[in-house]
């Protein structure tokens, strides 16, 4: 069976991103009946209907929506690679993936200081869980921030910033809760959890893992409500929901504002960092070198507070 045409599949993602003919007509500046009748010959040529025609309007059959989703994300990264492309050598896009809480609790408050020096990079974040193959999608990956042990096999990887973890509460739950002089007073407490520490082995996040290394006893390390990552239980600990533990980099900027205050004196060196790692060929890009250059002077930054006591104990 021949493939569908193209130019139809192209018709068919804007159709479906605005269900509506009319609308695609007027982004791919045809008329409506040919947007039409290019979605009946895909049709016809794929043997399934992709819409459901009504007096409502249209909605996606179960399999329109399947071949809507791959066309979006294949058209997308059709064009962003056309852009970039299109960019001097010298700048352009530059695409870095990173967890979805590094991304907002760290990177993206800090790009406007990139931005500033190198004003001929458009940066974009690309926010995921998921560890991404850098070499299968090095047409429109450039750079990943991960945090982990290394090494990273076939690929180029540099740390720029090793981590501490301690336990931080909001100013108010620290005010009016009971006393939290040592951490021996976490029996009083609600403990917050992060389901992303917990898939870890051994991590220096967990409470468990953390009390223990301590030597803390008589506190329940498993009680209290757990969140899908960092992000979330910062924004708990925030407003007061409870104890958490973090790591120095998710919350300095909380701690800073006074969101956030550090408890005890007592923090634990974790055994992994955060890496920028990227493709051979990618370590060879101007931008790309201009992003990782800045990536580490701003880990040195974040190093040289947390040992100056800048991002102190309450």
């Known amino acids: 069976m021949a493939p569908p045409p193209l130019a139809a599949l192209r018709t068919f993602e804007v159709a479906a991103r605005h269900l509506s003919f009319t609308r695609a007509a007027a982004e791919l500046h045809v008329t409506q009946g040919a947007v039409s009748q290019q979605i009946k010959q895909l049709e016809a040529n794929l043997g399934f209907a992709l819409f459901h025609r009504g007096a409502r309007g249209l909605r996606l059959t179960d399999k329109g929506e399947a071949l809507a989703e791959t066309a979006q994300a294949v058209f997308r990264r059709l064009f962003d690679k056309v852009e970039e492309l299109q960019q001097p050598e010298e700048g352009g896009i530059l695409t870095v993936t990173a967890s979805p809480s590094l991304a907002v609790k760290w990177l993206i408050p800090r790009l406007g200081r990139f931005h500033e020096r ?3 990079i458009d940066v974009r974040i690309r926010p995921t869980g998921d560890r991404i193959d850098l070499v299968a999608e090095a047409a429109t990956i450039d750079l990943a921030i991960r945090f982990g ?9 540099k740390a720029i910033m090793h981590e501490t973890v301690f336990a931080v509460c909001s100013p108010d739950l620290l005010a009016k809760g009971p006393p939290l002089r040592r951490p021996e007073d976490l029996k009083h407490h609600t403990l917050l959890h992060t389901e992303s520490a917990r898939m870890e082995v051994n991590s220096m996040a967990t409470w468990s893992v953390w009390l223990g290394i301590l030597g803390v006893k008589d506190v329940d390390a498993a009680a209290g409500p757990s969140f899908p990552n960092s992000y979330m239980l910062i924004q708990a600990a925030i407003h007061g929901q409870g104890v958490a533990l973090t790591w120095a980099t998710l919350a ?6 006074g969101r956030l205050v550090r408890l005890f004196d007592r923090a634990v060196e974790g055994s992994m960092a955060y890496f920028m790692v ?3 060929a990618a370590a060879k890009k101007p931008k ?8 580490a002077e701003e880990g040195r930054d974040l190093t040289r507070d947390e040992a100056a006591g800048k991002l102190a104990s309450d």
């Open 252 to 257: 300095e900027d909380d701690l800073r504002a």
């Open 118 to 120: 190198h004003p001929e």
């Open 288 to 295: 790309v070198i201009a992003f990782c250059d800045w990536l």
């Open 278 to 280: 990227c493709t051979e």
């Open 149 to 157: 042990q290394g090494p990273f096999p076939g690929l180029v990887s």
